[in-house]
Each structure stands twice: as C-alpha cells, then as structure tokens.
C-alpha cells in the first residue's frame, strides 16, 4: 500500500512538471492540488494554513500582480484568486505560474523532510537492490 502511496505522489509530480512545462496553468494547479491532498495526512496546521493560505488575510490584488509578490505568499487561496478571474488569468500568467513553482516546492520540501518522495537511483538507499 505504502509504495502505490509513493506512486501516486510521483505521478502527480511528473503531472505538474509536464504542466508546468507546457504553460497550462490550471491543469498545474489541479495537479499540484491533488499533490497537496495526498501529502496533507502528514503535515503540520501551520504547513496546511500556509498552503492553502489564510482566509482571514485580505488578498492585496496589487501586490499579488506586481513584480514585488514573494514566494510567502504562494498559496491555494491566491493562486484560484487570479486562476478564476479570467481577465487576471491572461494578464497576470507569469504571476501564477511563479506562485505555482514557490508552492510545489514548497510541498516538495515538506514531503521530502517526511521521505514521502520516492528515492533517486543515485540515491545511496538505492545502492543495496543493485547489488
């Protein structure tokens, strides 16, 4: 069960890397969404709050499009903001598209501090089984 866990988490990673690489910025989001659902189980309330951004916080749209946007403020809730806006959508792609790598590797992170990422072939673990 753990390994078709792993799997699944690479292959919504691979999704994203195809999405992003292609500059479809929703289906990235979708992708990367189903990556946060998966690794969600094993994370912290801040991780998750910081993640899915705090509802509480008024979204300043002038910061959000401006050059000035900061990888702290790559979450959820600011990407659907300018995703489902569409005249933001087409005016602002390169903002969500940097708010979208700041928070995939910021998930990456977090799931690589819980090894919920599978191993590299370069990776000395991986050593044993080519023996």
Not at 108 to 120: A, D, E, H
Request: aromatic share 6%; proline share 2%; net charge positive.
């Amino acid at each position: 069960m753990a390994l078709a866990y792993l799997k699944r988490i690479d292959k919504l990673l691979y999704l994203c890397q195809q999405s992003a690489s292609t500059g479809n910025v929703e289906t990235w989001a979708t992708n990367l969404r189903g990556v946060y659902r998966e690794a969600a189980i094993r994370m912290t309330e801040g991780e998750v709050s910081d993640i899915e951004g705090d509802t509480k916080v008024k979204i300043d749209l002038v910061k959000l499009t401006d050059n000035t946007i900061e990888k702290g403020e790559a979450n959820f809730r600011n990407i659907y903001f300018l995703i489902n806006n569409h005249s933001l959508k087409i005016k602002h792609k390169r903002t969500i598209m940097f708010l979208l790598d700041a928070l995939e590797i910021k998930l990456r992170r977090i799931m690589q501090k819980r090894n919920m990422l599978l191993p590299s072939k370069d990776d000395p673990r991986m050593a044993i089984t080519q023996r």
